[in-house]
């Protein structure tokens, strides 16, 4: 008789980040279930390259939601009058690039999705190291929703509520390249950059950490792409 493998919901952005959580937690043995949202951001890459890494992880599920946080905006991923940054990442600010709650907004879906499969895990790509400027990608902030998470739920009151789990969390840029190059990651279909051309703009805030990071990991030839 053959156990059945435990759920676990993971949040695909398409990025590098998300793909590498989701990638260990099918590593650890888990079944794990896709969840994309088109929130109104300004191209449709990522969800492409999200589609595209569902499809190489061979999910059971891939779910894309659509909750247009571009309605009201409020920043310059989700609205096109705000310019994007390009002169590199600055300690201590918040950048534009951050959409007003929106990790709040997408962990709460991944939960309901979570308590309606029975997983007993939610993967997340959020790291605080590389992105510190994001409130929303902090050890404090995780901890505060994993105990609303707990408060909130059917199965968090009956002690079986799902965990919020971010392996990625204290890592840096770097070694997730090293860790996607190991568990054979397509890398170069993972899409980071704030643009939505044909190729990374290389420019943008994001673009530069992973091209920095790629270089360190001795991934020179996904430099660009």
């Not at 790509?125 to 105990?147: E, H, K, M, T, W």
């Not at 270089?215 to 020179?220: D, I, K, V």
Request: net charge negative; charged share 20%; glycine share 8%.
């Amino acid at each position: 008789m053959h156990n059945t493998p435990p759920t676990a919901i993971a949040l695909l952005s398409g990025g590098l980040d998300s793909a590498t959580a989701a990638a260990l937690a099918i590593e650890a043995g888990y079944r794990v279930i896709g969840l994309s949202f088109n929130y109104g951001q300004r191209h449709q890459r990522e969800l492409i390259a999200a589609k595209n890494l569902a499809d190489h992880l061979k999910l059971p599920e891939h779910h894309i939601i659509a909750v247009n946080l571009a309605a009201w905006g409020g920043s310059s991923l989700t609205d096109s009058e705000i310019s994007v940054p390009t002169d590199g990442v600055e300690a201590g600010v918040i950048p534009n690039t951050y959409v007003p709650c929106r990790n709040t907004v997408f962990i709460a879906l991944g939960l309901s999705l979570a308590e309606a499969r029975s997983a007993e895990r939610l993967v997340l790509g959020i790291n605080a190291v590389d992105y510190s400027g994001y409130p929303d990608c902090r050890p404090d902030y995780l901890a505060a929703f994993q105990n609303l998470a707990d408060l909130a739920t059917k199965t968090g009151r009956e002690g079986k509520g799902a965990q919020l789990w971010a392996p990625l969390l204290q890592w840096s840029k770097t070694k997730i390249v090293q860790e996607a190059t190991r568990l054979k990651l397509p890398i170069a279909d993972t899409w980071s950059c704030y643009a939505g051309e044909e190729k990374p703009c290389g420019i943008c805030d994001s673009c530069r950490i992973r091209d920095a990071a790629l270089l360190e990991a001795g991934r020179s030839d996904l430099v660009g792409q």
